[in-house]
């Protein structure tokens, strides 16, 4: 065989272990990454030193309200306004400097 050909051969058996490998990570790592955010809100949770009931309610709105949102932009993510986007550009004003009065 040609050794171009068997060099290029050789490197993708070489990728394809390699994803193998990254695949097999993959899950663990995901599940690494989920213990920290839950470990991170449950620690949130905890300093508000809020009743239980009180953080139910408010995921409840929480949830309420994104399902209003769903349904008011017909599934569409709201884009964020811009401060200021409805008036006019402010103009701007020229500075005088001291060695410029007349």
């Not at 990254?22 to 899950?27: D, N």
């Given at each position: 065989?040609?050794?171009r ?25 995901e ?33 309420n ?5 769903s ?32």
């Amino acid at each position: 065989m040609n050794q171009r050909v068997q060099k290029i051969t050789e490197e993708i058996e070489r990728t394809k272990a390699k994803i193998i490998e990254l695949q097999a990570l993959l899950p663990e790592l995901e599940r690494k990454k989920t213990d920290l955010e839950n470990t991170e809100i449950v620690k949130l949770v905890r300093s508000a030193n809020v009743a239980p009931g009180e953080i139910a309610a408010f995921v409840a709105s929480i949830k309420n309200a994104n399902r209003q949102d769903s349904r008011t932009n017909n599934g569409q993510v709201p884009r964020p306004v811009k401060p200021g986007a409805d008036s006019p550009p402010e103009t701007k004003q020229e500075e005088v400097s001291d060695h410029e009065e007349a």
